[in-house]
């Protein structure tokens, strides 16, 4: 069993945070707007914090960690399967 074979939806994040040692505020902050797959880039300038019960978007915990990264070739590929599958699962749904 494994994080991939069973289609886990975070699959993603953990190569993210695994592969880049991006911490899980940062992670969390994340949107597509942010990465580039075509030139193989993620861009992290985020946090999803938890504060006071609420979800708040801020700056990431410190300035170093705001970067440009270039993407593996195993990370571009996580990346690109999760894309599809958010963009199926999206279809599925129907206009809202």
Do not use: N
């Not at 992290?44 to 708040?56: P, T």
């Amino acid at each position: 069993m494994s994080a991939k074979d069973d289609h886990d939806p975070l699959y993603a994040a953990y190569v993210l945070i695994l592969v880049l040692g991006l911490r899980r505020g940062e992670m969390l902050g994340l949107t597509w707007p942010m990465v580039d797959l075509d030139t193989a880039q993620l861009e992290v300038g985020y946090s999803l914090q938890r504060i006071g019960g609420r979800l708040v978007r801020g700056p990431t915990k410190t300035e170093a960690s705001d970067a440009i990264l270039p993407l593996p070739a195993f990370c571009l590929s996580t990346l690109r399967l999760h894309y599809r599958a958010q963009a199926a699962a999206k279809h599925a749904a129907g206009p809202f």
